[in-house]
């Protein structure tokens, strides 16, 4: 059962739900500005934040908006606290709360009757300003692991059984690769590659095979050179062949509960993929809380090898190709100036990255 503070707000506005509906069929079905329609994960987003935006105005109908709203909800996220950490909300996290009812508001006014008379002037203040943004980001350090200790729990994982093999090369891989949790579940065997013309090996996470953010065709090179860190993931690929699996079979398959024929309880590898990233989430709590460590989220292993790097001689060159990894369009202001590394070399770099 929820506690009384995560119980989820009910109240709606009849008339808002009518034209939000109307504005999430258009981004499920219709191409805008020479972009495909949004995802459904994206998309929840939008519900989510727009709910938000609904609780924070107390339910009033959305003709009425004006720029006080936007005031009073940007003082109601200023103070709102992510339920894990109890901190404030992330800095990305602050910029989609004001985003989606910026568009929402925009979509209405321009295209629903009854809410042409809304200013565009007023939706104006649901920008963030550079002010606020420091606010929000300036509690929101990311606590990670160190890299010593995520190579710690890895060596220290059994893989002895099926499910223990799995779950160890999918660390070993978010470790080499720090991928987003939705590329891990929808990665295919086929998505592991070697790369004779660099001498390094890739998760290449093709968008019309795996879930990358906005749809980017990211090639991220292994970083390091650690060979027995390689080798739980190559392990579990040539497992996955002998049993049969294919290059365009999930590389991180589910285990089916089922029982033996003494009626004991078993689980059975199956070709489904996984189809939570709350089971993603529980794999690393798992191996690291069973090594004296607290949880922390897969996606700062980002954050530990960046910081990692930073502390390196000509950081700027290593944070440039890690940046490129994780499938970020830019470096920094300084970097994206000078251009980025090229693709030929980006590969060998990352491999002597020293992870230990």
């Not at 509690?139 to 729990?153: H, R, W």
């Not at 390196?312 to 970097?335: A, C, R």
């Amino acid at each position: 059962m929820k506690s009384k503070s995560e119980t989820i707000d009910t109240r709606y506005n009849k008339q808002n739900e009518v034209v939000k509906y109307k504005f999430f069929q258009r981004l499920q079905y219709k191409r805008e500005n020479n972009k495909d329609p949004k995802k459904k994960s994206t998309i929840q987003q939008y519900v989510n934040a727009i709910h938000e935006f609904e609780v924070a105005t107390k339910f009033k109908d959305l003709k009425n908006f004006t720029y006080q709203w936007a005031i009073d909800y940007k003082e109601y996220l200023l103070q709102k606290k992510n339920k894990k950490t109890n901190k404030n909300i992330a800095i990305d996290s602050y910029i989609h709360f004001l985003q989606y009812p910026r568009e929402l508001l925009d979509y209405l006014r321009k295209n629903e009757k009854g809410y042409s008379h809304i200013k565009e002037s007023d939706i104006d203040y649901l920008y963030p300003t550079n002010g606020e943004k420091n606010s929000v980001s300036a509690t929101s350090y990311q606590e990670s692991y160190t890299i010593q200790e995520c190579l710690f729990a890895i060596r220290k994982m059994q893989a002895k059984t099926e499910i223990e093999m799995r779950d160890k090369a999918m660390i070993s891989l978010c470790l080499l690769t720090a991928p987003r949790i939705s590329a891990l579940i929808t990665a295919k065997l086929r998505s592991i590659r070697y790369f004779r013309e660099y001498d390094c090996w890739a998760f290449e996470q093709n968008p019309n095979f795996v879930n990358t953010k906005n749809s980017n065709n990211i090639t991220a090179y292994f970083i390091g050179n650690l060979q027995d860190i390689y080798q739980n993931v190559f392990d579990w690929i040539n497992y996955l062949k002998s049993k049969g699996f294919a290059d365009e079979d999930h590389l991180f398959p589910r285990f089916e509960a089922s029982f033996t024929s003494e009626g004991l309880k078993t689980l059975i590898l199956e070709k489904n993929i996984i189809k939570s990233q709350t089971t993603i989430r529980k794999i690393f709590e798992n191996a690291f809380k069973n090594n004296d460590l607290h949880y922390l989220k897969p996606h700062t292993f980002r954050h530990a090898i960046t910081r990692k790097a930073n502390e390196l001689p000509n950081s700027s060159k290593w944070i440039s190709v890690l940046n490129q990894n994780f499938g970020h369009k830019l470096d920094s202001v300084i970097l994206s100036s000078y251009g980025t590394i090229a693709e030929n070399k980006r590969g060998k770099i990352l491999k002597d990255f020293p992870l230990e």
